[in-house]
Every structure is written in structure tokens, then in C-alpha cells.
């Protein structure tokens, strides 16, 4: 058998990947974050493929590319196995054998065959152990380990999902029926951890397969044990229903973004989503004010509109109809970002070239919309990785210039978070920038066009491995806090954490302002953890007025089972967790998040875009139905005149009848998850005294007094009236299935 040219080509790079290039420089950065996550999600095995040329303008040329460039991989592997299993049995090289049955296990996880994978890695075991290649065996354990549990997640989880499934702790309806993949999964970490007690990946998914079993904590051996009460249930809080596939919300997706918002202005809220992979369409779903959704994506003219990692809402050109922003390339190389303008009858125009914002195209995975110059148009930063990042000044006439370099704001790293805040409250909007791998940046801004960054005076530059990142005001008094998530992917530190042991990676970053100062609270608020967060982002759950805040979790190996985290504000002392007693510790990986009343019955209720980092680790997504309280509420709908339509930047202060004051600034949320712009406001058990708009353009003030309670109002600038919005309300509860 002759061996194949275009096999033959590309064989120089074929393992570099693969296990066997330890002095690989980008394998040591890996390395160096992601401890204790053993990585079969695939991506490395394509990595010596990817030189395929495509048109970064293009969306269905970077969709070709993609799969020409898995084609390519496969091809050429099988074509090399193929051709040295035809050798005479005395001259093969049965440990470039080995390594081809890898590569294509590698490969059929990234795609999804865990079966298939389950077979490569079990030949290629077969041959390290003949060989005594007891370092690479001892790699391929961890590796069968974990394809066996995903195996569990797909004959389980997946083909047979229910309201409950992949939420932690394993509920009973949740236990796999098909048991061979966490009882394989079982044996082998049962193995590892027989070698290595110390081993906490092992130990902490260990726990997880007794526990899809329905054999936690009495059958696991008290030696790898993680105590029962480290997964306690906090007390009063309700537990949260999964409705999405009822709903009709529960497409199945790579990793994404959220926007929840009333695309259609017809009072109720519509979810629109994205996904990586780059052949896959956003999803605009029209809600139907009965409780269902309906896909409306070809409709709108959004079908074209490929891949995605991260979407953002706004309103461009201040006509009162919100627009899609939509950013591409995150974590992987530069294409081109989309502006959808909202046309108003249910359709989008891709508006990206016309408005300056399509060249050059970058990989980028964070943009936030703020009036940085405060003349009544919304402007946009976008940041890039390893690229400088990017300020575009809403010239108002539908186009966009970028003026990063006059206004000292594009500088070059691998930015992952963005978030615009006014923290020293001088009535201009401030930008702060989270960085993987280096220093973060707060630009404060000069009001002259120019920013001057400030973050090392500040103290507020670490994480230096950090990733999501928003302003809130958590303590109500009046100045942004900010909250930055730290990204040191360790399964090892979340097994710490839950073992009550301290976490050696970086940790999550709360950053109290002091009128303009910060301090680092985070410990004090109970935030010294690790929690490998992706999306995220906060609201009122329990409308007790104080803003929670949900975390998206994971990593892109398959091992990264790690739950998604919901904390309640208690009282802006201390965050406590009540992941489990909400039911939301959703397990599969956690990205676009939103905080919306998607029923108008006065909660909001929590939308979790769920998927990985490769085709074969899509999951669906979840809504979790408020099951709700009796503290009232009110919702804010909020339009500029002067200021920016979407009245972005705009503060309300509202004054209870308990004497507290609550504080809220119009935005969206975080840099990773998008909820609507209409402010949702709890009031524990009291009313509202008076409720106080700052317009940042006029810079006027409305005062309303006596708001009444639980309802919805719209205010408009400059108009002294407030005007009452009539919603109908239902119950998602109501269509709740197992």
C-alpha cells in the first residue's frame, strides 16, 4: 500500500499535539493553567490542520474551512494508520500506531463519537502496555476515565434528558438508567486515585458517577469521600423548575452568547442565541405570552448570521427598536463581527460593512455599548485578543469611527471581559478591561475624548488569569462595585473548595468602591474561590432588593464537570451559595446568561446557554422558572431623548418606604450574557417613597413619588408623567414536564 502525498505532507506536525511534544511552548501555557484537567476534547488534534486559507469577511467561508479542516485531520490519520497497519508485521512501528489510535480518539470526541473514541483510546492503551510506555498508559486511564463518563452523559443526559438531568446533586430522576459508562468511569478513577490518593480531579469526579448512580455517599469508599455536606442546602430559597423544553427554549448548541429582550415590542421578552460552531445560525425565538416560544429565525433574515461566541443588544441608532451586535472568533482566530439593525417588522438587516465595523476583522469575544463622549449616541469597544482592542465613536449618521488610539484605549492583549461604568460617579462612563494572562486594565475617562488608565493606582488589576467581568452596585450605596472573575481552569481547586481545603489557583475578584477608591473585599464576601466561570451575570432573584448573581461554568475538556453556581446577596454583607437548594447547579458548561421575567409574573427567572468548545459537547439550553416569593417589585422601562434612546448609563435611585435606598444604572448586565434593559426591581416587603432618574446627557433629574408596587411603568425624558405598561401575565410553571 503506498502511503498517500497529502497524508505524507502533513506528517512533520501530525503529533505535536498529541502527547509527545513536551517542549511545545503553547502545551506548557496550557499546562500551566488548566491543572488537573485531563483534555480530550479534540481541538488539539485539528490544530495542525488549521493552515486551511478562508475569507475572514465571509461566514460560509470560515463555516468551509472548518470543515475541510476536520476532513483534512481525519483523512490523513486514517490514511497514515491504514498505511503503516499494511506493513509486514516486522517492520511496523507500533508505537506510531499507538499514537494514531489517539489522535483519532481525540478526534471522534471532538465530534462526538465517544464510542468510537472509547475504542481508539482502548487500542491505544493496549499498545502502550505492551510497549511499557507506562507514562502515556497511565494519560490514556485518565482519558478512558473520562470518555466513559461522558459516555453516561450521552446515553443518559442527553438521549433521554429531563427537567433534572446533569444538575448537581444528582436528583432521582436524574440517575442514568444505561449505568455501563459511570460504572467503567468508576473503575478506572478507582484506579487512579489507588495510585495517587492526592489526585482531585479523579477524586471529584469519582463522586459524580456514584452519584449519577445513585450511590452517593454511601458507596463511595471513605477514602475519596467528598462529604455530603459540602453540597448542604442553603435555607429559603425555592427551588427553580427547568422548563425550557416546554417552553420550546431548549435547543442544543456549542458554546454561545444570550440576549434576552423585546425585539418585537410586543411587551413580552424573546431569546436570541448564538453558537461557535461556525455552521450554525443564531436562534430568534418569539415568545408567545402563553408560556411557548417559537423559532421565527428565518423569518427575521438571521438564518445567514453563522457562528457567534458572544452577542450583545443595543440600540445603535436610537429608533427605539433593539439591534444585535454579534462577536466572533473568541479563543480561536479573526472573523468578522455583525451589527443586525432591528428594522421593525420583525426582520434584521446586516448592517456590519456600511457602518465601519467590518474591517479589519478580529477574534474577539467582548464589546460593550456605552455613550463614552455623552452626545446622545450610543458607542461600542471592542475587545480583542491579542490584537489592539477597538473604540468606535457613533458618528450618528448609522456609521461608526474608531478612535481607540487617540482615546488611548487600544492596547493590545488577550481581552476576554469588558464592562462601562461610571465608578468615581462624575458623570462620565468609565471602561474597565479584563485580560487572560496579563494585567487588567480601568481606563477612567478624561471627558475630553481621551481615557487614562488607572487600574495599578487602583489596586484592581488582578486576576491576572481572569475572564467575565460587570459592575454592580451589591452594598446599594450608590457607587459601582466590580466583580471579576478569575479563569485558572482547575478541577483540582473545585475539589479543594469543596473539601474545605484552600485553593492554590487565582480566585474570583470582588472589588468594594469606596467613592471612587476600591477595596478588595472578596474574601470577606465569601468569594475566595475558584469557579472556572465563562458567562455570568446578576439580577434579584428573591426581589429582596439586593442583586445576586448566577455563574456559568467549565472549561473545553469533557472532564470539566463543574457546576454552574448561583449566589444571593444577603443584605451586600456576603454572598452565600444556593446552587443546589435552587436547583440550578447545572453541570454541562455554562456560557450566555440572563436574569429576565420572561412570564411578566413579577420574578425573574433564569435563561443558562449550555455547550461547549467542540460540536460533540453541545447540550441544550435551560430555563429555570422562578417558582417565586411574596416581596413586591417594579420594572423600569427607560427611554432617552437626549441621552441615548436605550438610555444606557442612566441611574435610578429609589427611596422604600423602610428607609433604604436601592440604586440601579440601566445596562445590560455582564460581558458575557445579556438581560433585558428594562430594570427588574425588588422591594422585600416595603414601597417606593420616590423614585429619582439621573439623565447622564441632560444631566436633569426626574423625581415620581408614591410608585405603586408590582407593576410595570415606562419613563421618558423630560415627560413628568410616568406611564403604566399593561402586561399580561402567565406561568411558566404552568407547562412544567420531567
Not at 180 to 205: H, N, V
Not at 476 to 491: A, E, H, K, M, R
Not at 627 to 649: H, L, S, Y
Not at 706 to 728: D, H, M, S, Y
Request: glycine share 10%; proline share 4%; charged share 20%.
Amino acid at each position: 500500500m503506498r502511503f498517500p502525498k497529502r497524508a505524507a505532507a502533513l506528517l512533520p506536525l501530525l503529533y505535536i499535539f498529541a502527547g509527545t511534544a513536551q517542549d511545545d511552548r503553547n502545551s506548557r501555557v496550557i499546562r500551566t493553567w488548566t491543572e488537573g484537567i485531563t483534555d480530550i476534547s479534540g481541538l488539539s488534534a485539528l490544530t495542525p490542520f488549521s493552515s486551511v486559507p478562508y475569507d475572514p469577511q465571509d461566514l460560509n467561508s470560515i463555516c468551509a474551512m472548518k470543515r475541510t479542516v476536520v476532513a483534512d485531520a481525519l483523512q490523513a490519520t486514517t490514511d497514515y494508520l491504514a498505511y503503516l497497519e499494511s506493513l509486514p508485521v516486522a517492520g511496523r512501528n507500533e508505537q506510531e500506531i499507538m499514537k494514531l489510535h489517539h489522535q483519532l480518539a481525540q478526534l471522534a470526541m471532538y465530534r462526538g463519537d465517544v464510542k468510537e473514541a472509547i475504542t481508539r483510546f482502548e487500542t491505544a492503551y493496549g499498545f502502550a502496555t505492551k510497549l511499557g510506555l507506562d507514562e502515556f498508559k497511565h494519560s490514556l486511564e485518565e482519558k478512558l476515565a473520562v470518555a466513559q463518563l461522558r459516555r453516561g452523559e450521552v446515553e443518559n443526559c442527553l438521549q433521554h434528558r429531563n427537567a433534572k438531568s446533569c444538575i448537581l446533586p444528582i436528583h432521582a430522576d436524574a440517575r442514568h438508567r444505561r449505568t455501563e459508562g459511570s460504572q467503567r468511569a468508576i473503575e478506572l478513577f478507582t484506579k487512579l486515585l489507588l495510585k495517587d490518593l492526592s489526585d482531585l480531579p479523579a477524586r471529584w469526579l469519582l463522586n459524580i458517577a456514584y452519584m449519577t448512580l445513585g450511590k452517593y455517599p454511601q458507596g463511595v469508599p471513605a477514602a475519596y469521600l467528598i462529604p455530603a455536606e459540602s453540597f448542604a442546602q442553603a435555607t429559603g430559597v425555592a427551588e427553580f423548575v427547568d422548563v425550557a423544553a416546554a417552553s420550546g427554549l431548549d435547543n442544543s448548541n456549542m458554546a454561545g452568547g444570550t440576549i434576552v429582550e423585546d425585539f418585537d415590542q410586543d411587551g413580552y421578552l424573546d431569546v436570541v442565541t448564538s453558537t461557535q460552531d461556525s455552521c450554525g445560525p443564531l436562534k430568534l425565538r418569539r415568545n408567545l405570552g402563553n408560556g411557548t416560544f417559537v423559532d421565527v429565525t428565518s423569518s427575521a433574515g438571521l438564518i445567514n448570521q453563522l457562528g457567534g461566541l458572544n452577542l450583545v443588544s443595543t440600540d445603535y441608532n436610537n429608533d427605539g427598536r433593539p439591534d444585535i451586535y454579534v462577536l466572533r472568533g473568541g479563543w480561536e482566530f479573526p472573523m468578522r463581527n455583525s451589527l443586525l439593525r432591528n428594522n421593525g417588522n420583525g426582520t434584521f438587516t446586516d448592517v456590519t460593512a456600511e457602518a465601519g465595523l467590518a474591517a479589519p476583522a478580529t477574534a474577539s469575544q467582548t464589546a460593550v455599548w456605552f455613550d463614552f463622549d455623552q452626545d446622545g449616541w450610543l458607542d461600542l469597544f471592542v475587545g480583542n485578543e491579542f490584537a489592539p482592542s477597538q473604540l468606535f465613536r457613533n458618528l450618528g449618521n448609522g456609521r461608526f469611527e474608531d478612535v481607540g488610539v487617540k482615546a488611548g484605549v487600544a492596547r493590545s492583549a488577550f481581552t476576554k471581559g469588558s464592562a462601562a461604568a461610571d465608578y468615581d460617579n462624575d458623570g462620565l462612563p468609565d471602561l474597565y478591561v479584563s485580560n487572560f494572562g496579563e494585567a487588567n486594565f480601568l481606563y477612567h475617562n478624561n471627558g475630553d475624548g481621551t481615557f487614562t488608565e488607572v487600574a495599578g493606582s487602583l489596586g484592581v488589576t488582578k486576576p491576572d488569569y481572569s475572564f467575565p467581568v460587570w459592575f454592580m452596585d451589591y452594598d446599594n450605596d450608590g457607587w459601582q462595585d466590580l466583580f471579576v472573575s478569575g479563569y485558572v481552569q482547575s478541577l483540582a481547586d473545585v475539589a479543594r473548595g469543596y473539601l474545605s481545603q484552600p485553593v492554590q489557583g487565582e480566585t474570583f475578584k470582588v472589588y468594594r468602591n469606596l467613592k471612587g477608591r476600591f477595596a478588595d473585599v472578596t474574601r470577606e464576601v465569601g468569594m475566595a474561590r475558584n469557579a472556572l466561570t465563562m458567562g455570568c451575570n446578576f439580577g434579584d432573584f428573591d426581589n429582596d432588593g439586593y442583586l445576586d448573581f448566577y455563574l456559568g461554568t467549565g472549561a473545553p475538556s469533557y472532564g470539566a464537570l463543574v457546576p454552574n453556581l448561583l449566589f444571593r446577596n444577603m443584605k451586600g454583607k456576603l454572598f452565600q451559595d444556593v446552587t443546589y437548594s435552587a436547583g440550578v447547579g447545572h453541570l454541562q458548561k455554562g456560557h450566555g446568561i440572563a436574569f429576565a421575567d420572561l412570564d411578566n409574573d413579577g420574578d425573574q427567572d433564569l435563561f443558562l446557554h449550555s455547550g461547549g468548545a467542540v460540536p460533540g459537547d453541545s447540550y441544550a439550553n435551560a430555563l429555570f422558572a422562578n417558582p417565586g416569593n411574596r416581596n413586591g417589585w417594579v420594572e423600569v422601562k427607560v427611554a432617552g431623548m437626549k441621552t441615548n434612546r436605550a438610555a444606557i448609563g442612566t441611574r435610578l435611585r429609589l427611596t422604600l418606604t423602610d428607609g433604604r435606598e436601592l440604586h440601579r444604572v440601566i445596562n445590560t448586565g455582564t460581558s458575557f450574557g445579556t438581560s433585558p434593559l428594562q430594570q427588574h426591581i425588588g422591594l422585600g416587603t416595603a414601597g417606593v417613597r420616590s423614585l429619582v432618574v439621573y439623565w447622564p446627557t441632560s444631566k436633569t433629574t426626574q423625581t415620581f413619588q408614591n410608585v405603586t408596587p408590582n407593576q410595570a411603568i415606562e419613563i421618558t425624558e423630560g415627560k413628568p408623567t410616568l406611564r403604566p405598561l399593561v402586561r399580561r401575565r402567565f406561568d411558566l410553571l404552568a407547562n412544567r414536564t420531567r
